[in-house]
């Protein structure tokens, strides 16, 4: 069988499936059998063994396992991380939340870059900022037991606290401390469940999808928190659901919080709120840290 016999062939398969990237899902399943860079067809046909490993694989997505699933990894920015049931595998539009962190960061002085990162699951918006920045002081707390080999696993050769906890309750001794703190909590309102992708539910931990009813229930935590951690003039930068804009603008509006915005994605919708902690009066000297 020939590289582009065996792409036709799946991509075939997964169209008949009801999958909704047929094309990119062949792609990635036969470029990790193949060892190719992401993304990426080598030149050279997959072996007999290959073959068998590679119908596998096509298998299994057809039965609605998601590809970071069956390979193990997920693409983030520049990294690949570990991932598999039990942990959130990291969408694209989180991607951007990076990018606003990063704003954020390269506009404070080098020795105030202290960050926590809240609902850390598999650690991929932490990996990105020691990657990308340096001088960063990296925190980051997760409470699946299941997302937690991952965190672990994924954050192993980079210099960052890592605690398994509520995050209500991480990281007292740093209150008031913080310069950054940015989080992709659960979000999705319980009323969604049933129009959701098969490809998440079932997939992707309920602890890591579901806000509650309205989907705010973690985010109201992290305002909560980011109010007890965060510097005057620190910032918070949180991923949410387009249709949740209005109320998160309220919920980290004044007097506690400000320049308060929601950011758009990719596809022109909002889903980044973003706040800077509001100056006291008696901190003057932090106004030239704000954004």
Same mark, same amino acid.
């Given at each position: 069988?020939?590289?582009?016999?065996?792409?036709?062939?799946?991509?075939?398969? +997964?169209?008949?499936?009801? /999958?909704?990237?047929?094309?990119?899902?062949?792609?990635?399943?036969?470029?990790?059998?193949?060892?190719?860079?992401?993304?990426?067809?080598?030149?050279?046909?997959?072996? #007999?063994?290959?073959?068998?490993?590679?119908?596998?694989?096509?298998?299994?997505?057809?039965?609605?396992?998601?590809?970071?699933?069956?390979?193990?990894?997920? #693409?983030?920015? =520049?990294?690949?991380?570990?991932?598999?049931?039990?942990? +959130?595998?990291?969408?694209?539009?989180?991607?951007?939340?990076?990018?606003?962190?990063?704003?954020?960061?390269?506009?404070?002085?080098?020795?105030?870059?202290?960050?926590?990162?809240?609902?850390?699951?598999?650690?991929?918006?932490?990996?990105?900022?020691?990657?990308?920045?340096?001088?960063?002081?990296?925190?980051?707390?997760?409470?699946?037991?299941?997302?937690?080999? =991952?965190?672990?696993?994924?954050?192993?050769?980079?210099?960052?606290?890592?605690?398994?906890?509520?995050?209500?309750?991480? +990281?007292?001794?740093?209150?008031?401390?913080?310069?950054?703190?940015?989080?992709?909590? #659960?979000?999705?309102?319980?009323?969604?469940?049933?129009? /959701?992708?098969?490809?998440?539910?079932?997939?992707? #931990?309920?602890?890591?999808?579901?806000?509650?009813?309205?989907?705010?229930?973690?985010?109201?935590?992290?305002?909560?928190?980011?109010?007890?951690?965060?510097?005057?003039?620190?910032?918070?930068?949180?991923?949410?659901?387009?249709?949740?804009?209005?109320?998160?603008?309220?919920? +980290?509006?004044?007097?506690?919080?400000?320049?308060?915005?929601?950011?758009?994605?990719?596809?022109?919708?909002?889903?980044?709120?973003?706040?800077?902690?509001?100056?006291?009066?008696?901190?003057?000297?932090?106004?030239?840290?704000?954004?």
């Amino acid at each position: 069988m020939t590289t582009g016999d065996a792409m036709a062939q799946a991509s075939e398969r +997964f169209r008949a499936a009801g /999958l909704a990237s047929p094309v990119v899902d062949a792609r990635l399943l036969l470029t990790h059998v193949l060892g190719a860079p992401h993304g990426l067809l080598m030149t050279g046909n997959p072996t #007999p063994e290959q073959e068998i490993v590679f119908e596998d694989m096509i298998r299994r997505r057809e039965s609605g396992e998601p590809v970071q699933h069956i390979t193990g990894f997920a #693409p983030f920015r =520049y990294e690949e991380v570990h991932v598999g049931p039990g942990v +959130f595998i990291p969408r694209p539009e989180t991607e951007q939340l990076v990018d606003e962190a990063l704003k954020i960061l390269a506009r404070r002085p080098a020795h105030r870059r202290r960050v926590v990162e809240l609902c850390a699951g598999s650690g991929a918006i932490t990996l990105s900022l020691a990657r990308e920045m340096g001088g960063v002081e990296l925190h980051a707390v997760e409470l699946s037991e299941a997302a937690w080999p =991952y965190l672990v696993r994924n954050l192993e050769d980079v210099d960052a606290e890592l605690v398994r906890a509520d995050m209500l309750d991480a +990281f007292r001794e740093l209150d008031g401390t913080v310069d950054l703190v940015v989080a992709n909590p #659960p979000y999705v309102p319980e009323t969604d469940r049933f129009v /959701l992708p098969p490809d998440v539910v079932g997939h992707d #931990p309920d602890l890591a999808l579901f806000g509650g009813p309205d989907g705010l229930d973690a985010l109201r935590v992290v305002r909560e928190v980011a109010l007890r951690l965060l510097v005057p003039g620190g910032w918070v930068v949180a991923e949410h659901d387009e249709k949740q804009s209005a109320a998160l603008l309220e919920l +980290f509006g004044a007097p506690h919080f400000e320049g308060t915005a929601d950011l758009r994605d990719l596809s022109g919708r909002p889903r980044h709120i973003i706040a800077s902690s509001a100056l006291r009066a008696e901190d003057p000297g932090m106004a030239g840290l704000a954004l």
